[in-house]
Nanobody
Framework: QVQLVESGGGLVQAGGSLRLSCTAS????????MGWYRQAPGKQRELVAR???????DYANSVKGRFAISRDNAKKMVYLQMNSLRPEDTAVYYC????????????WGQGTRVTVSS
């Protein structure tokens, strides 16, 4: 069974930084794209950032220049460095990965809460 486990969320003041981590575990052939999504109260889940297996990155306009996604394939991890945090970044952040076992499926972590106070 494949699992994604996030860590690193918490409470931070506006202007501060947090680093989220996500680890993939289980038996599988490879991890393709990995990414971070977030869902604020009363809103739909939205893409924050994604990174391909070749480390091509894509960011939501709202986080460009403030957030950075990276991955460590050997450790089966993906990270999200979040700087210059704003109250509107408050949300539950979810790790996502396209993982190939027999076929390729999209997996989600349980989420980690980020709260930015003004």
């Amino acid at each position: 069974q494949v699992q994604l486990v996030e860590s690193g969320g918490g409470l931070v003041q506006a202007g501060g930084s947090l680093r989220l981590s996500c680890t993939a575990s289980g038996i599988f052939r490879r991890i393709n794209d990995m990414g971070w999504y977030r869902q604020a109260p009363g809103k739909q889940r939205e893409l924050v950032a994604r990174i391909s297996s070749s480390e091509t990155t894509d960011y939501a306009n709202s986080v460009k220049g403030r957030f950075a996604i990276s991955r460590d394939n050997a450790k089966k991890m993906v990270y999200l460095q979040m700087n210059s945090l704003r109250p509107e970044d408050t949300a539950v952040y979810y790790c996502n990965a396209d993982i190939q076992r027999v076929s390729t499926l999209s997996y989600w972590g349980q989420g980690t809460r980020v709260t930015v106070s003004s």
